[in-house]
């Protein structure tokens, strides 16, 4: 129930009570006072039978019966003993029948000497009378009156002042109803507005005239300017946090004391492989490994973990967590496994640079230590010279490709990109890629003529086929072949160097582009290989926004296939 309703209900609420309140304090007011009327009246007409009695008993029956049609009265005379001597309603036949009279509260008053009255329905006529008894004549006189005209006075009497309460309550409705309108509108106005204020709405306050209500328009109006200001001061904050959180690469996810996800930023969906849009599952079933498990519920119960290192599948992160002070607690993961790998990364490479150097300064060493001590033979001497010579060309190869691919993995080259002829490129790293003896295999370039010509880095193709070409070379057995082809596929163009050599266990194709990795380590240092050809390949390709893959089947031979887009032709 609203204000108005409750206010204009609350109004005729006292109305009506006002108006039951003044109808029964007129009846019983007039009835008293018309029952105290009566009883002086009855007292006067009971002294005056009682001075009028003679000693003839006889004569009372008939001076009852005279009394009572003058005055309509109901007169008993009785004995000391209570007994009814004479009754004007009665024959004189019947007053034995009639019931002793002593015990009657108005007859016992009267027979002690005092005058007694009372109020009840007669048991000998079954109406309502008022009695009143004097001492006096044989024992007491009792007077009585019915009642039945003063409920008809106070009836009569009732019925105006019902008609003046009905008239209160129809003027009292209509006054409420204003009264009700007045406080209740500006009222609803401003719960109006209040509402607006929790919706975040603009709201719009009201004036009523009325000071109280005014007072509480003003106070609401301050309110609601304190909390705009508060409330856009949190959502800065609030924003510049999300935005801090967001921006993060650590992941950082709060759970509630209950270990449900309350916030979890976008590296921290990354890490445990939900999108955007997915729900996260509580904390017992977030973390399927069970030591972040055990360390997450000793968080939760109240404890801090700090710097512990975890393993999610094939990751590796940092986990830092902590209670929060109102419940729940926050967990901060980094993920190590880039930096673990690049450790790792870093110590293969200085044991294979190590490794790789070390075989041809060992010949170095030897071969010079053996030309400074003995002096050999001038044969003997220019074949230990060459071999010197051979190792160290190995070894500045070594540090050349090295190079190359520490610059291309560094962003400091990019492609300059220009119209190539593919066909000519191939051709001249062939010429370049050519052992100096033995039996080269056969070489054949097919090129579809829509892609012979592609906007390239030419020292980045060339070097790209040499590498594969060398690489080709060194496991294609003599008679052997080396094919070259190109065609358009899609928006890429496709590049396939082809050779028939000895293949590639298929358990090594998907490592065959890490920097020093041999699928037979001897065969690849005894014939001159640095590790690094085929790493190169890879990053030149990339950096053009290209792609390549292998394909090998043993004894088959092996396919290195180069996508490249297609920015002319």
Same mark, same amino acid.
């Given at each position: 129930m609203n204000y108005a309703a409750r206010l204009i209900a609350g109004t005729l609420l006292v109305l009506f009570v006002t108006v039951v309140a003044l109808v029964i304090?007129?009846?019983r007011s @007039? =009835?008293?006072?018309?029952e105290n009327e009566t009883r002086q009246s009855l007292i006067r007409e009971a002294k005056l039978i009682q001075s009028t009695l003679t000693a003839d008993s006889l004569s009372w029956q +008939?001076? +009852?019966?005279?009394?009572?049609?003058?005055?309509?009265? =109901? #007169?008993?005379? #009785?004995?000391?003993?209570?007994?009814?001597?004479?009754? /004007?309603? @009665?024959?004189? &036949?019947? @007053?034995?029948?009639?019931?002793?009279h002593a015990t009657r509260s108005e007859v016992a008053a009267a027979l002690r000497g005092d005058t007694g009255s009372d109020q009840r329905t007669s048991a000998t006529v079954g109406r309502r009378f008022m009695y009143v008894a004097v001492p006096g004549g044989p024992g007491a006189v009792r007077a009585a009156m019915s009642l039945t005209q003063v409920d008809a006075i106070v009836s009569r009497a009732r019925q105006p002042v019902l008609v003046a309460a009905l008239i209160a309550l129809l003027i009292g409705v209509p006054l409420a109803l204003v009264a009700a309108s007045s406080f209740a509108r500006p009222l609803a106005d401003i719960a109006t507005a209040a509402r607006s204020i929790a919706q975040g709405e603009h709201p719009t306050f009201p004036y009523s005239g009325i000071p109280d209500v005014d007072r509480l328009t003003t106070d609401l109006r301050a309110m609601h300017e304190q909390m705009t200001e508060r409330f856009d001061a949190l959502r800065r904050r609030q924003s510049e946090t999300a935005a801090i959180v967001d921006s993060m690469v650590e992941g950082v996810l709060s759970f509630d004391e209950r270990g449900r996800v309350v916030t979890a930023n976008p590296a921290a969906r990354r890490m445990l492989g939900y999108g955007e849009q997915d729900a996260m599952p509580d904390l017992g079933l977030l973390f399927r490994a069970k030591e972040? =498990?055990?360390? @997450?519920?000793?968080?939760? &119960?109240?404890?801090?973990? +700090?710097d512990r290192e975890i393993s999610l599948g094939e990751r590796t992160y940092l986990l830092n967590a902590r209670p929060l002070p109102a419940g729940g607690s926050v967990v901060v993961l980094h993920d190590l496994t880039r930096l673990r790998r690049l450790e790792t990364v870093r110590r293969d490479f200085v044991a294979n640079v190590s490794h790789e150097l070390k075989t041809p300064l060992t010949a170095i060493s030897g071969y010079a230590e053996t030309l400074l001590t003995d002096q050999p033979e001038p044969d003997v001497a220019r074949q230990f010279l060459d071999t010197i010579l051979a190792n160290a060309r190995r070894m500045q190869r070594l540090v050349d490709d090295q190079l190359d691919l520490s610059r291309i993995e560094s962003g400091g080259w990019h492609p300059a990109l220009e119209p190539v002829d593919v066909e000519s490129v191939a051709r001249e790293a062939w010429r370049h890629a050519l052992p100096p003896a033995g039996g080269p295999p056969t070489f054949t370039v097919s090129i579809d003529e829509s892609v012979r010509m592609v906007d390239v880095d030419p020292d980045a193709l060339r070097q790209v086929f040499r590498n594969l070409f060398e690489n080709a070379i060194r496991h294609t057995p003599a008679g052997g072949a080396i094919t070259v082809t190109g065609m358009a596929e899609g928006d890429m163009i496709h590049l396939a160097v082809a050779d028939t050599g000895m293949g590639i266990p298929s358990e090594h194709l998907p490592r065959i582009f890490e920097r020093f990795y041999r699928v037979d380590p001897g065969r690849s240092r005894a014939q001159g290989g640095t590790g690094l050809g085929l790493a190169i390949v890879k990053h030149l390709i990339e950096g053009h926004g290209g792609r390549v /893959? &292998?394909? /090998?089947?043993? /004894?088959?031979?092996?396919? #290195?296939h180069t996508w490249w887009p297609t920015h002319a032709g």
């Open positions: 304090g007129v009846d @007039l =009835r008293t006072d018309l +008939a001076a +009852a019966k005279a009394v009572a049609q003058t005055t309509g009265l =109901r #007169i008993t005379i #009785i004995d000391r003993t209570g007994r009814v001597r004479a009754e /004007s309603d @009665l024959e004189p &036949a019947n @007053l034995p029948l009639i019931e002793n972040p =498990r055990e360390l @997450l519920d000793r968080v939760l &119960a109240g404890e801090t973990v +700090a /893959s &292998a394909t /090998s089947e043993l /004894s088959q031979g092996t396919t #290195i």
